[in-house]
């Protein structure tokens, strides 16, 4: 069972120094910084940049205030919760705040690599003509994802999970004058509506049990309540619904490649960083629900493992420099989710944590190839640009070897964690999982060597290759100091639960974990390191498999099938009931009877005043023998 | 001699008028006779209240056909206006052409 670590002597932000409660002004913030820029600034881009900036900054700031307070002098901020909806006697739901080492942690990721993300924006979206929208939209994503990361209760979170899908498609949907973007927008809505409807079945059925949606109450609740096993494996299947939708694991991961229709920031922010990583976040808040039921839990780890695999897989075989980052972030989402099947919530808000340095560094690195190459993605168009862009360059690698999981950068303490629990618990998965950490490594490996090494391949857009800005070389730096240094000493789960006792195992386990990505970025360097890489030799070697990889396992077009033939069925036969039985014989037959009734009786009407006496009197006389004789 | 008529003979002769004016009602087609019908049966109901007044020995019945009788003076006015109003316009009294609210 996990606890995450919360402080009972409480400062409740009114005998402080500070009297506001700065939880709520870091959750506003953003809010405020949408609402001026939508309603005031739209023209002023400077000013919509600086509100929206300044707003995450704020957040940032006083999200650190509290982490120190907390790690320092051991005060927890807390808010007063707001009664917010009460319903008959049964239903009382607060709009309240978790302040604990978990929120505090996930707030800092959240604001900190925010932060960089928006102020390298100033940067990749400069001449847009869409620039205050597009940093409005960006604060109403941070507002809605701080919103999940402090709520107190299913119904608070599920609202912000929902805003958060709102803004997720608002900004994939940004160029949305293209349709392939305007396409990716309503796929990644309607897939993550799929999930969300079965978080939302989970939630009402956990209610129907324990009478509250609050997560404090429901965790003392809980052994109290003496659920079945089953019905504890149908709520934390339906709740981890949710998760695969906005986590994208399998069998619902189809939307997050497509999400790279985006700005590269969006991306980094919310496809890498951020909210893919609410289904996580989700998961590991409410970790007391999920893991004492152990079919639950088999299913998370084993979802896990499977989209990690899958998603690696798919990777070596994409030719987009943002989809091969996309897929990478499928895997490491799985290697998370895995983890938290496997019982280990800390070690998957590790690499949530480190995951969100490293791979927002990437994207935005990325982003800074883009935006050199004019809006080229095709990794097979670039080469040799480490010369043209070392800044990138340089922070590019080290988020590589960070994603990779070579020591000490930061993603090898967390990844190595996550796999020291599944060698622990299921072996299968263990053996899965050392197989993603080789392809992780070998097709970051592809993707380095092949657009930043060898011979440029298109020498016109090499030629015109520049470095990025200052406002967007500053947040790479920074991004890769963290990816660096994230992991040291195991700060970040001593944090979220101490006393972390950091596991120790054979010193072969180790090694042979720290040889599996070195391994694999040799295999890399041997195909792809050279003037003229191609993939023509893995192409020949995997065969059919490289074909089925390639097409992502035909995922999209089995989807597209099932749309097509069985929901397409499904809507031709309500079309029918609608048009035909609804339409001509409820409402036509409504209409077309009373428009007959009205033609026959308007017979009656024949004009002749000595007819209307007679029938009134014949009426009257009916009426007297009716009343007076019977 | 009086005594023999009773109550019944007053209704009769109440009924026979109503029936007479119901009929001319239905059958003529001027305006101003069939107007005429239906005092006919105003009057066929006061005599049937003045013979109940009597034979019950209550005067209600009296002071009603007093109230219906200053209706129908009322009544005839409005009535024969209207039909004035409507020969100026339409040169005709016959109700078989009146027909214009008929489909």
Not at chain 1, 373 to 384: S, T, V
Not at chain 1, 516 to 536: H, M, N, Q, W
Request: positive net charge; proline residues 3%.
């Amino acid at each position: 069972m996990n606890h995450w670590v919360s402080i009972s002597g409480t400062d409740w932000g009114m005998n402080g120094r500070w009297p506001i409660c700065s939880v709520w002004v870091i959750l506003f913030a953003p809010l405020v910084a949408t609402a001026l820029i939508a309603l005031f600034t739209q023209k002023w881009k400077g000013a919509s940049a600086a509100l929206s900036i300044g707003a995450i900054v704020l957040s940032f700031g006083l999200s650190l205030r509290m982490f120190l307070l907390f790690v320092m002098k051991g005060i927890q901020h807390q808010a007063h919760p707001v009664q917010w909806l009460i319903i008959g006697k049964t239903v009382n739901i607060e709009f309240g705040m978790t302040t604990d080492s978990l929120a505090l942690l996930m707030l800092l990721v959240v604001s900190g690599v925010g932060a960089a993300i928006h102020i390298y924006s100033l940067g990749y979206m400069k001449g847009d003509p869409g620039f205050s929208r597009f940093f409005a939209c960006l604060s109403l994503f941070t507002f809605s994802m701080l919103g999940i990361v402090i709520s107190s209760n299913f119904i608070q979170m599920f609202i912000f999970w929902e805003l958060v899908g709102l803004s997720s498609y608002l900004l994939i949907g940004f160029w949305f004058e293209k349709p392939s973007a305007a396409e990716a927008g309503k796929k990644a809505f309607l897939v993550n509506r799929i999930g969300d409807f079965g978080m939302m079945l989970g939630i009402l059925l956990l209610w129907s049990y324990a009478r509250t949606f609050s997560f404090a109450e429901l965790q003392q609740k809980m052994p109290t309540l003496g659920l079945s096993s089953g019905t504890l494996a149908l709520i934390g299947g339906l709740i981890f619904c949710g998760a695969v939708g906005k986590s994208a694991q399998f069998p619902l991961h189809v939307w997050l490649p497509d999400a790279m229709e985006g700005p590269t920031p969006v991306s980094a922010l919310i496809h890498a960083a951020t909210m893919v990583a609410a289904g996580v976040y989700m998961l590991c808040r409410v970790s007391w629900l999920i893991l004492p039921s152990v079919t639950a839990s088999a299913l998370i780890a084993w979802i896990g493992g499977i989209t990690a695999l899958m998603a690696a897989t798919i990777a070596i075989a994409q030719n987009d420099i943002k989809r091969i980052l996309a897929y990478s972030t499928l895997s490491q989402l799985g290697y998370m989710v895995m983890a938290v099947g496997l019982g280990g919530p800390t070690p998957a808000m590790f690499h949530l944590t480190t995951h969100a340095f490293f791979k927002a560094l990437l994207f935005l690195g990325a982003g800074s190839v883009i935006l050199a190459l004019h809006h080229e993605q095709d990794i097979w168009k670039m080469g040799g640009l480490w010369k043209k862009t070392p800044i990138t360059f340089w922070t590019f690698l080290i988020g590589t070897l960070a994603l990779a999981g070579v020591p000490p950068l930061s993603g090898f303490y967390s990844k190595d964690e996550i796999l020291l629990l599944a060698f622990e618990r299921n072996h299968v998965l263990f053996v899965m999982a050392v197989a993603t950490a080789f392809l992780t490594a070998y097709y970051m490996g592809r993707e380095v060597f092949v657009v930043f090494l060898g011979k440029p391949r298109d020498h016109h857009a090499y030629d015109h290759a520049h470095e990025s800005p200052v406002v967007m070389t500053l947040p790479l730096i920074f991004l890769a100091l963290l990816s660096i240094v994230g992991g040291w000493y195991s700060k970040v789960p001593d944090f979220l639960q101490p006393p972390h006792h950091a596991e120790h195992h054979s010193l072969l386990l180790t090694a042979g974990l720290i040889a599996v990505p070195l391994f694999g970025f040799l295999v890399a360097a041997k195909i792809y390191c050279k003037a003229e890489p191609s993939d023509a030799p893995v192409k020949a070697a995997l065969g059919k498999l490289w074909t089925l990889v390639e097409n992502k396992y035909y995922f999209d077009e089995l989807y597209h099938w099932i749309v097509k033939y069985v929901q397409g069925t499904i809507a031709n036969v309500c079309d029918v009931f609608d048009r035909w039985i609804l339409q001509r014989l409820g409402i036509g037959g409504l209409s077309v009877g009373t428009g007959l009734l009205g033609k026959t009786t308007r017979l009656l009407q024949t004009g002749s005043i000595s007819g209307y006496a007679f029938l009134i009197g014949l009426g009257v006389t009916v009426i007297i023998y009716y009343v007076v004789v019977r | 001699m009086t005594s023999a008529l009773t109550i019944n003979h007053y209704l009769f002769v109440s009924g026979l008028l109503f029936a007479l004016g119901i009929a001319g009602v239905i059958i003529r087609r001027n305006a101003l006779v069939i107007y005429m019908a239906l005092e006919m049966n105003l009057n066929a109901a006061n005599l049937a209240l003045v013979a109940f007044s009597k034979f019950n020995k209550i005067v209600d019945g009296q002071i009603l056909v007093f109230f219906i009788i200053a209706i129908a003076a009322a009544e005839v006015a409005v009535g024969l206006a209207i039909i004035v109003a409507l020969y100026r316009r339409k040169r005709t009294v016959s109700v078989d052409e009146l027909t214009t609210m008929r489909l």
